[in-house]
């Protein structure tokens, strides 16, 4: 069975940072593509960033281009997302995802998720 656990959500201060881990079992991490999406109260789920499988390659979304770090472990079947100079925009709750082999920012493309984990930014 495939779990994907994300943990380090919380509230920080705007400027703040903060490190999302996303821990995986029930699959061979090292062949996952893994994304970051988030999803903020009213809104529709947006993609945040990928990582590619060997963890050779990573794309941002915009919104968080030059803030927010991916990068992954596949000896420790992690993946992080580091988050620096937080805004209250960037409040939602933060899924990690898995696609088999396949980077992309559509949703669709990824297999499996995460239950998320809440990150609130204070202004």
């Known amino acids: 069975q495939v779990q994907l656990v994300e943990s380090g959500g919380g509230l920080v201060q705007a400027g703040g940072s903060l490190r999302l881990s996303c821990a995986a079992s029930?699959?061979?991490?090292?062949?996952?593509?893994m994304g970051w999406f988030r999803q903020a109260p009213g809104k529709e789920r947006e993609f945040v960033g990928v990582?590619?499988?060997?963890?050779?390659?990573?794309i941002q979304a915009d919104s968080v281009k030059g803030r927010f770090t991916i990068s992954r472990d596949n000896a420790k079947n992690t993946v992080y997302l580091q988050m620096n100079s937080l805004k209250p925009e960037d409040t939602a709750v933060y899924y990690c995802?898995?696609?088999?082999?396949?980077?992309?920012?559509?949703?669709?493309?990824?297999?499996?998720w995460g239950q998320g984990t809440q990150v609130t930014v204070s202004s």
């Open positions: 995802a898995a696609a088999f082999r396949k980077s992309s920012s559509y949703s669709d493309t990824y297999r499996y």
């Open positions: 029930g699959l061979i991490f090292s062949s996952y593509t």
């Open positions: 990582i590619s499988w060997r963890g050779s390659s990573t």
